[in-house]
């Protein structure tokens, strides 16, 4: 015969259901655990390439940011600021000799009527455009009209604007002058 006898302060608790809720519930999170570093490390191996190409590419970056601030120093030096605006004042004179004169000329005979003569032409390139400025003298103020339509209804000249017009008193067959700026196309 046994006999049960408790000799604690309080009766004794059966704690089996604990333990292995609790049991379950660790061998639930630790299967997690598992599972999600598993994951975890397929993408750090998969990402591995990426992350590799990446930091390639920032370091040739970097590489190129040192290239181009060696770059600007040498091209703010004073002697490459000199040799700069040199090959600038050459590429202007080229771009002067380059100017379609006899195109000029072909487009403003089509455009002058009887009465009306050019007296100076002076262009000027301005960013691969092309400013012409006229002085043009009429014999008569009916001519000088016919000039300003036919110049404006004309497709290689625009943004034509009369700056100033005179009438020469005397020593001159031009009873007006016109002295004219317009935008010309080259081509």
């Known amino acids: 015969m ?8 309080s009766p004794l608790e059966n704690k089996r259901r604990f333990l ?3 049991s379950f519930l660790g061998l639930l999170a630790l299967s997690a655990l598992v599972v999600l ?8 191996r998969d990402t591995r390439d990426l992350r590799l190409e990446i930091s390639g590419y920032e370091s040739r970056t970097e590489k190129l940011q040192h290239q181009r601030q060696d770059l600007l120093s040498f091209f ?15 590429n202007s004179l080229i771009e002067q000799r380059s100017f379609p ?12 009527p009887a009465g009306v003569r ?3 032409i002076a262009p ?8 012409v400025k006229l002085l043009v003298g009429a014999l008569t103020d009916e001519g000088k009209l016919k000039f300003l339509k036919a110049l404006e209804a004309s497709k290689e000249f625009s943004d034509i604007q ?26």
């Open 2 to 9: 046994k006999v049960r006898l408790n000799l604690a302060a």
């Open 20 to 22: 292995a809720a609790s």
């Open 37 to 44: 570093s598993a994951h975890a490390y397929r993408n750090w």
């Open 76 to 90: 703010q030096n004073p002697k490459s600021l000199e040799v700069t605006d040199h090959a600038a004042f050459l």
């Open 101 to 112: 004169w006899t195109k000029l000329f072909m487009d403003l005979e089509q455009t002058l």
């Open 118 to 120: 050019v007296v100076s």
């Open 124 to 131: 000027r390139m301005e960013k691969g455009r092309v400013q």
């Open 162 to 187: 009369v700056r100033q017009e005179t009438r020469p008193q005397s020593g001159s067959t031009d009873r007006v002058t016109l002295e004219l700026e317009a935008w010309y196309a080259t081509t």
